[in-house]
């Protein structure tokens, strides 16, 4: 059986977590961190909800026997919980997205004591389209134009979504190409298109989970790859899988691709 502590609990992704792991033969929920609330498990998980993710909270959390933390809270949380987790020797799966690069570098310290999984988007799906997308951008070249269109909820706080991000960086890599091909949205007299560019386009409506379309075009022809998320389950299960994999790894860095990788 693998003990998992929730971190960010209150939240849409959190509440499925608890649900999901109940779910599962091989998975109990022992604790469960939040900035402020009630967590409201039952008989899930002990509930443990602190004014901030600090270790206080989490040694009482780690009475509960937890193997693993799963983390959707926020990005900023995030980079405060890894280092907990890393003093205490508890591997951690982030699925908070908007992470900055300080706080990144939280967190690559963090994974030189712990394994530490990071992922824009843990959908099974939408991992398998990165490395789709990768493919598929080597081999059509730039003679291809690449537009992304993501589209999620209105409540979304960080744009381009991350899965976006994740994307168009794995395309740039596989053409030999960097960040600085990136474009974000148009607007005014922009001109023709410039060779090479990977554009990125946000929609922001109602109460979309998660749609990502990558667009591949030249003259006389395109390619559409799409992959659409019809609820949060995708994620939550994919975090689930991630976590399970985790657990007993050496300290280091991983992705989900490791995980498909090992399937």
């Known amino acids: 059986m693998i003990n998992v502590c929730i971190s960010g609990a209150l939240g849409k992704m959190g509440r499925r977590l608890i649900a999901l792991a109940a779910e599962t033969r091989d998975m109990k929920v022992v604790g469960a961190l939040e900035a402020a609330g009630t967590?409201?498990?039952?008989?899930?998980?002990?509930?443990?909800?602190?004014e901030a993710p600090e270790g206080v909270v989490l040694e009482t959390a780690y009475k509960g026997g937890a193997d693993v933390i799963i983390d959707f809270s926020f990005h900023a949380a995030s980079a405060v919980l890894a280092p907990v987790a890393a003093s205490?020797?508890?591997?951690?799966?982030?699925?908070?997205?908007?992470?900055?690069?300080?706080?990144?570098?939280?967190?690559?310290?963090?994974?030189?004591?712990?394994?530490?999984?990071?992922?824009?988007?843990m959908s099974v799906g939408a991992?398998?389209?990165?490395?789709?997308?990768?493919?598929?951008?080597?081999?059509l070249g730039v003679d291809f134009d690449i537009e992304i269109i993501e589209a999620h909820h209105r409540f979304k706080k960080d744009?381009?979504?991350?899965?976006?991000?994740?994307?168009?960086?794995?395309?740039?890599?596989?053409?030999?190409?960097?960040?600085?091909?990136?474009?974000?949205?148009?607007?005014?007299?922009?001109?023709a298109r410039?060779?090479?560019e990977i554009a990125i386009h946000a929609v922001r409506a109602g109460d979309i989970v998660g749609d990502h379309t990558i667009l591949f075009s030249c003259l006389g022809e395109r390619i559409e790859l799409k992959h659409q998320a019809h609820t949060r389950d995708a994620f939550a299960r994919g975090a689930l899988r991630a976590a399970r994999w985790l657990?007993?790894?050496?300290?280091g860095k991983y992705a989900m691709k490791d995980v498909l990788e090992d399937a």
């Open 159 to 191: 744009a381009p979504s991350g899965t976006a991000l994740e994307a168009a960086r794995r395309m740039a890599e596989a053409r030999g190409q960097d960040e600085k091909a990136f474009v974000y949205g148009r607007q005014g007299e922009t001109g």
């Open 39 to 50: 967590a409201g498990t039952g008989e899930a998980a002990s509930v443990f909800v602190p």
């Open 194 to 196: 410039a060779a090479g």
């Open 127 to 139: 991992n398998v389209m990165f490395d789709i997308a990768a493919r598929m951008a080597k081999a």
């Open 247 to 251: 657990v007993g790894k050496k300290p």
């Open 88 to 121: 205490f020797g508890t591997p951690i799966v982030i699925g908070t997205t908007g992470i900055t690069r300080t706080e990144m570098k939280e967190i690559d310290e963090a994974a030189k004591k712990i394994p530490v999984l990071t992922a824009p988007n």
